[in-house]
């Protein structure tokens, strides 16, 4: 039995899940904000000690990186995620959430066809045009701008 458009449109309403913007919205910027504040914490606390700002920020960025995916190996971020949201995917924690599901969904099919092979499968494409974005602005910059 064909379907009108409007009958297609009605049914198509009804069986979509409602979006819940003003709870999700507010939602994400807090816990988007509280990664948010405990790296600005870690990071005020290592120049605190007498680190660079640079070093600090390598040191910080290191330990939010290995809080994401300790958190996600035990699965608690994605608890977190499941009410952050896009909170929890903007900061760096979310890029390190995105290389350890994969690695942990295929560690079934081995070492090196499950964990190797598929440990990239989301945050590859970023790796690869971040390296080839990189690579062209340095061949661009070592060419014409120096």
Known sequence: MPLSQKEYRKMTEHA???TKSLMNIPSAFF???VICTLGEFLLNLF???GYSLRDAGAWTSIILIGISAVLTGLGIYEKI???G???TLV???GFANSVVSPALEFKSEGYILGLGAKIFIISGPVI???TLASTI???IYYFFLR
């Open 16 to 18: 979509s899940p409602t």
């Open 31 to 33: 816990i988007g904000g």
């Open 47 to 49: 120049e605190r000690y």
């Open 81 to 83: 995620a499941k009410h």
């Open 85 to 87: 949201g896009a909170g």
């Open 91 to 93: 900061p760096i924690t």
């Open 128 to 130: 690869l045009y971040g």
């Open 137 to 139: 602005y340095g061949l």
